[in-house]
């Protein structure tokens, strides 16, 4: 069971404040989604969460079941189970995808021990798992045989990131709007991924524009309205649906 606590976050880039005052706490099986306009800020926090260097907190806290992890690098804050699916993945030339998983699979188990965390001794062992979450997000085998993110449509790209999270099974995985640039059809099979991959034992964060991949997930417990620099408004899913017919105006002119 993880929690997730961010207190009064504040972080600027360059001398410009983006997070002017961020409050959110998730709890282990739970579904968020935080919306919001262009501009607002939620991709900043998602970055800060993952400790990008770019990115500087100048008050406030980030709690993992109590305890600071301000001073963590990404790499310690990834094998304290967090996770980032990234708006826009890089392609890598030259690593292989299955290789890749692999190597970030075993780095992780180093240091996420628990029930859920198999231990692969043969190349074998980890491919027919690798086969066994690659069908649970609608890709084919062939797709491990690839390089990392080099060639892919923009649903092979979401899709591939909510394998990278089904494989490595973090406590707390934030997606980057993992609807952008797709249509319908692509918004669909990447919704029905992430419903496929969550689990009691962690907590997913969706970041979005609009209403529309959250209505094909199975589960979402909290919706936040982020502008301004942090979260104005929070409901359940309902609120989505609200938003959806109103637009966010009308939190905007409540402030």
């Known amino acids: 069971m993880t929690t997730l606590e961010i207190k009064d976050l504040h972080v600027q880039r360059e001398g410009k404040l983006i997070l002017k005052g961020v409050n959110l706490k998730t709890g282990s099986g739970e579904v968020h989604a935080i919306m919001g306009p262009n501009g607002s800020g939620k991709s900043t926090l998602a970055y800060t969460l993952l400790a990008h260097p770019k990115y500087e907190v100048t008050k406030g806290d980030i709690l993992l079941d109590g305890q600071s992890i301000l001073d963590l690098s990404t790499d310690e804050r990834a094998k ?30 180093k240091s996420l021990q628990g029930s859920n965390r198999e231990v692969f001794i043969t190349v074998r062992e980890f491919q027919k798992y690798l086969k066994d979450n690659l069908h649970k997000v609608g890709l084919q085998d062939d797709f491990l045989t690839r390089y990392l993110n080099e060639g892919f449509s ?11 999270m089904a494989v490595l099974k973090p406590t707390i995985s934030i997606l980057d709007e993992p609807d952008s640039g797709l249509d319908i059809d692509a918004v669909q099979s990447v919704a029905k991924a992430i419903s496929e991959v969550s689990d009691k034992d962690s907590t997913t964060i969706v970041i979005t524009h609009y209403a529309r991949i959250l209505n094909y997930l199975k589960k979402l417990d909290y919706v936040h309205v982020f502008a301004q620099g942090k979260i104005l408004k929070s409901g359940d899913a309902s609120l989505a649906g609200e938003l959806e017919q109103k637009g966010y105006d009308w939190i905007l002119e409540s402030q």
């Open 80 to 109: 304290r189970g967090l996770f980032l699916g990234f708006q826009y993945p890089t392609e890598v030339s030259g690593v292989g995808y299955s290789h890749f998983l692999r190597t970030a699979y075993n780095a992780l188990s």
């Open 154 to 164: 923009g649903g092979e790209k979401k899709r591939s990131e909510v394998l990278q």
